[in-house]
């Protein structure tokens, strides 16, 4: 479509400057020959073809979104050893094989309080089409980083650095006792 436009942009441009008289055109009488050219664009249609050419053109991958990717519900026991981390506040987990198998590149699982927890794409919103866009802990487990553009992202999926500006996507979940689910509904 952003191909299209471009070209038709670009068409429409040319023959704009190939009509070089269109303005002395308008100033006279048309003869009966003259009036089967082709009409002078006004100045309403080059200020659309101005803004179609300037807000249509956009190629900046940054702004892509990540992709959907249907994943089964994940239901975990929190009361298994290996989620001890997800017992405390600010509990990080993300290294499980299920997790890896969900969304795109995977979930980090967070525990924000006894009754929230937020599980995060690892997709790194920035670039997310690069193989290599994908989001980890930080070894400190204070933040999450794409080592790869370089963007660092706070526990509520906020980027605080780095070229992202979108936040990580996050999946919805909701605890029933100690069993935690995620589904692949999109919160944000």
Same mark, same amino acid.
């Given at each position: 479509m952003q191909g299209i436009m471009e070209e038709r942009a670009g068409r429409d441009f040319m023959s704009i400057l190939r009509n070089k008289k269109c303005s002395s055109e308008r100033s006279r009488n048309l003869t009966s020959s003259d009036q089967t050219s082709t009409p002078c664009p006004s100045n309403l249609s080059l200020t659309m073809l101005f803004i179609a050419i300037t807000f249509s053109c956009s190629t900046d991958p940054a702004i892509e979104p990540i992709p959907i990717v249907p994943f089964?519900?994940?239901? @975990?026991?929190?009361?298994?050893?290996?989620?001890?981390?997800?017992?405390?506040?600010?509990?990080v987990y993300f290294?499980?094989?299920?997790?890896?198998?969900?969304?795109v590149k995977g979930i980090i699982l967070y525990r924000k309080n006894a009754t929230t927890y937020y599980?995060?794409?690892?997709? /790194?919103?920035?670039?997310?089409?690069?193989a290599c866009s994908t989001v980890d802990v930080h070894s400190s487990l204070i933040y999450?980083?794409?080592? /790869? /553009?370089?963007?660092?992202?706070?526990?509520?999926?906020?980027?605080?650095?780095?070229?992202?500006?979108?936040?990580?996507?996050?999946?919805?979940?909701?605890?029933?006792?100690?069993?935690?689910?995620?589904?692949?509904?999109? @919160?944000?």
């Open positions: 089964s519900d994940i239901q @975990i026991d929190l009361n298994l050893p290996k989620y001890v981390a997800l017992k405390s506040d600010g509990g290294d499980d094989p299920d997790f890896e198998l969900a969304g599980a995060f794409e690892r997709n /790194c919103p920035f670039l997310p089409y690069d999450m980083q794409d080592v /790869c /553009c370089g963007s660092i992202f706070n526990f509520e999926g906020q980027p605080t650095g780095g070229p992202a500006i979108s936040p990580m996507r996050k999946y919805a979940t909701s605890l029933n006792g100690t069993q935690l689910t995620i589904t692949d509904t999109i @919160i944000m």
